[in-house]
């Protein structure tokens, strides 16, 4: 019953040091980024105080999902430290208690504030996080939407089973954004229809085009058949998949869709001739998340147990520190290899996890087992 008692008592102070550490970091953060809004907003007369204070609050819950595995590095850090300093860790295993005894309870509790991350904050964080790109590019950007970020030229891939059940169309045209910056009709529009086999069967030219309900609506369209026949300028109704939303997301951060959308979407990015890296492995270093708190969670008590009369505190807290930072630095390296294709999306996101559980392991047993 005793080691189950300290366990808890443990854990208690632990998750009470990490939620602790997560309100002051995400407050901390929040308010350079409201400071960062309002300078922005300086130049706009339709950015009143009360729409950056919204943009603000919108981002929170992204700005406490980036932190949560520093916030738990730190807070097990300090909670580490002070159950030492007051000598109830150094009593408790001169009693016999392991610290992997005493541990399991804090690393459950790291496991299950990951997993809480990735399965309800990461859900919560990418609607408000939508919301408040939305506002931003109404309020404070000047060429927000898919024509700033694609250049001038929108491509699009959709299926075309008319000719052949394995047939694809190709759409090229420049985007025209409504008020809202969501895009509804594309202009001076080309379309490549392919069959199965990459031959082309028809090539549509058009001034413009209108997406409505499942369907492509283009005016005063020319059709080139493969025979070299042109057809008369006339209205074309073009079935599609494609929604207004879909094509505006796809050019969104992938931090604005949830969780559980993420692996439907990615199937519709790949499908639609859409590069699908960075959804990909924004998918996977969510799913990497309680791995990665529980190696924080580690490297914590390995940096923090240190009976005091040893000296060398400072140093070991400061290297936990140095540790969680080169974990940060690795997991935006690893990312970065991963986007260019140079390592496989599913290693580039495990690799901070894995790395730091190793480390973290490497640093206890050496202190608890010699």
């Not at 300290?6 to 901390?28: H, N, P």
């Not at 980024?33 to 130049?43: M, Q, S």
């Not at 706009?44 to 943009?55: C, L, Q």
């Not at 603000?56 to 300090?78: E, H, K, N």
């Amino acid at each position: 019953m005793i080691p189950m008692t300290f366990t808890a008592y443990v854990s208690r102070r632990f998750v009470q040091m990490c939620v602790l550490m997560l309100l002051a970091l995400t407050f901390l953060v929040a308010l350079f980024d409201f400071i960062e809004l309002l300078r922005r907003a300086a130049n706009r007369p339709d950015a009143s105080f009360g729409i950056v204070v919204m943009i603000a609050g919108l981002r929170l819950p992204f700005v406490a999902l980036q932190i949560l595995p520093f916030s738990i590095l730190l807070g097990g850090i300090v909670a580490f430290w002070r159950l030492t300093r007051s000598s109830e860790l150094i009593v408790a295993r001169a009693a016999g208690i392991s610290a992997w005894g005493f541990l399991a309870g804090p690393l459950m509790v790291a496991a299950i504030l990951g997993a809480i991350g990735t399965t309800a904050l990461s859900p919560l964080s990418s609607a408000m996080l939508a919301r408040a790109e939305r506002m931003d590019g109404q309020y404070l950007r000047s060429n927000a939407g898919v024509t700033a970020i694609a250049g001038g030229r929108l491509w699009l891939r959709q299926a075309d089973r008319e000719f052949d059940p394995q047939g694809v169309a190709i759409f090229s045209g420049r985007p025209a954004p409504n008020r809202r910056g969501t895009i509804f009709s594309l202009t001076d529009v080309s379309i490549w229809r392919i069959s199965g086999n990459d031959r082309a069967i028809q090539r549509i030219e058009a001034p413009s085009a209108t997406l409505g309900h499942g369907r492509w609506e283009l005016k005063d369209a020319v059709t080139f058949n493969a025979d070299r026949r042109v057809s008369p300028a006339e209205d074309i109704s073009f079935p599609t998949d494609l929604t207004s939303e879909r094509i505006e997301t796809s050019f969104a951060s992938p931090d604005t869709i949830s969780f559980w959308a993420l692996p439907d979407f990615i199937a519709l990015l790949e499908a639609s001739g859409f590069s699908a890296v960075r959804h990909r492995l924004e998918y996977q270093s969510l799913l990497s998340l309680p791995v990665l708190a529980v190696a924080m969670g580690l490297l914590a008590a390995g940096c923090s147990m240190r009976a005091s009369r040893r000296g060398g505190v400072g140093k070991m807290i400061a290297a936990g520190v140095g540790a969680g930072f080169a974990l940060f630095v690795l997991d935006k390296v690893s990312a970065e290899f991963g986007q260019a294709g140079t390592l496989p999306v599913t290693l580039a996101a495990w690799v901070p996890s894995i790395a730091g559980l190793l480390l973290a392991l490497a640093l206890l047993l050496h202190l608890e087992d010699g």
